[in-house]
């Protein structure tokens, strides 16, 4: 049987799978199960908060938010290496209890969790290594964020809650500072 792969819908990790849709798969490293889409690694909620996709859900609003993380967000491509690699950095660091995910999540769309360490540690993306210390906040960077932060990977590492965070988007856009609870 020819072997394929298909990336994880929880971590994002790239594992095997056996090409068979409508077929439950078992995530090796998240240890996850879900259903392979048609084109698994467009999956517009990879990076979306499930409270936040409820929401829109509840409020008949999902399709409204599907394109905007499809053509604003995703600008019409995949998710890059990167934005996977945060992923599987994530879950890993979650499995280690090194970062706990927090109740809110990131006020614009595609509105991915937030993530508090626990202990010092640091996240590796490619040839990257970014460190994070006891009670920063981790949020994965939307393209939008990342031009606004000035960022060179997709992550934002800080105190979001912190005044000299607050005074800094100041001069952005108010959805930037603002946290759905
Ligand atoms: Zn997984």
């Known amino acids: 049987m020819e072997m394929r792969r298909v990336t994880c819908q929880s971590c994002g990790a790239s594992i095997e799978w056996d090409g068979r849709f409508g077929r439950a798969v078992t995530c090796?490293?998240?240890?996850?199960?879900?259903?392979?889409?048609?084109?698994?690694?467009?999956?517009?909620?990879?990076?979306?908060?499930?409270?936040?996709?409820?929401?829109?859900?509840?409020?008949?609003?999902?399709?409204?938010?599907?394109?905007?993380?499809?053509?604003?967000?995703?600008?019409?491509?995949?998710?890059?290496?990167?934005?996977?690699?945060?992923?599987?950095?994530?879950?890993?660091?979650?499995?280690?209890g090194k970062v706990r995910k927090l109740a809110s999540f990131w006020a614009i769309s595609p509105h991915p969790p937030i993530y508090r360490a626990m202990t010092e540690g640091s996240l590796q993306l490619g040839a990257r290594s970014m460190v994070f210390h006891k009670g920063d906040e981790i949020v994965w960077a939307c393209p939008m964020t990342r031009d606004r932060f000035e960022l060179d990977l997709p992550v934002l590492i800080g105190d979001f809650q912190d005044e000299r965070t607050q005074r800094l988007c100041g001069v952005m856009s108010n959805a930037m500072q603002a946290r759905m609870a």
């Open 28 to 96: 090796s490293y998240c240890g996850s199960t879900f259903l392979p889409a048609a084109s698994p690694i467009q999956d517009a909620w990879l990076m979306t908060d499930r409270v936040a996709r409820a929401r829109y859900e509840y409020e008949g609003t999902l399709e409204k938010l599907e394109q905007d993380v499809r053509f604003e967000v995703m600008r019409g491509e995949d998710w890059s290496e990167l934005d996977l690699a945060y992923l599987r950095e994530i879950a890993r660091l979650e499995a280690e």
